[in-house]
């Protein structure tokens, strides 16, 4: 996706040989435009694979999943980072290291909402080690859903969730791939 190379160029900051700050479009403001034309673009790979529902993990992941839901007309849901008290006791449950946060959290679905009929399209923000995306794809697998494939913004492939995944024969697209962060520039691939 040319537009987001320009936006990532312009607006992101490398933090590090692995980090890259996106919160000026990803993490803490987002374009509402350009977040639709994401949405449109997921959609357009999945139009015909019959997705039930989008799902995410709060809350980077969000603004496109809905978006990438409101083109497919299904509903979207997003995982809890946290169990809170008004859970359903019946929740899919698993514990994932945060890339940026250092912690370790707990990500939590309620049965309610996924379920054995439901043809699944996660979505999310950045794929670096793959752990978040691990954790829900383990959420799905134990909800009996299909999942379809998985949709990131942002692939880091010097990395190795991305291809982790691909491995396990699950489908994974993303809209743009960085194969350097090096010397604090960004290299796309
Ligand atoms: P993973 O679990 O794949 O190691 O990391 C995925 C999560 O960590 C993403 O959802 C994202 O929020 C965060 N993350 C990983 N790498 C980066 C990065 O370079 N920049 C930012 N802003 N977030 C990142």
Request: glycine share 8%; proline share 3%.
């Amino acid at each position: 996706m040319e537009e987001l190379k320009q936006r990532i160029l312009a607006e992101g900051s490398v933090m590090s040989n692995d980090v890259l700050k996106l919160d000026a479009i990803l993490n803490h403001q987002v374009d509402p435009q350009l977040i639709m034309r994401m949405g449109k673009e997921f959609a357009d790979l999945y139009r015909t694979e019959g997705v039930t529902k989008v799902v995410t993990v709060e809350s980077s992941g969000i603004p496109v999943a809905f978006t990438t839901a409101f083109e497919l007309g299904v509903p979207l849901v997003f995982a809890r980072r946290k169990k809170t008290l008004l859970a359903d006791p019946d929740s899919l449950i698993e514990r994932v290291p945060s890339f940026t946060k250092g912690i370790v959290t707990d990500i939590m679905l309620s049965r309610q909402f996924v379920t054995e009929q439901d043809r699944i399209l996660f979505i999310d923000d950045i794929i670096a080690n793959g752990d978040a995306a691990r954790g829900m794809i383990r959420i799905i697998e134990r909800s009996g859903a299909t999942l379809l494939g998985v949709g990131i913004v942002i692939e880091k492939c010097f990395q190795s969730g991305a291809q982790a995944i691909r491995d396990q024969n699950i489908r994974l697209d993303s809209l743009v791939k960085i194969t350097s962060l090096q010397d604090g520039q960004i290299t796309f691939g």
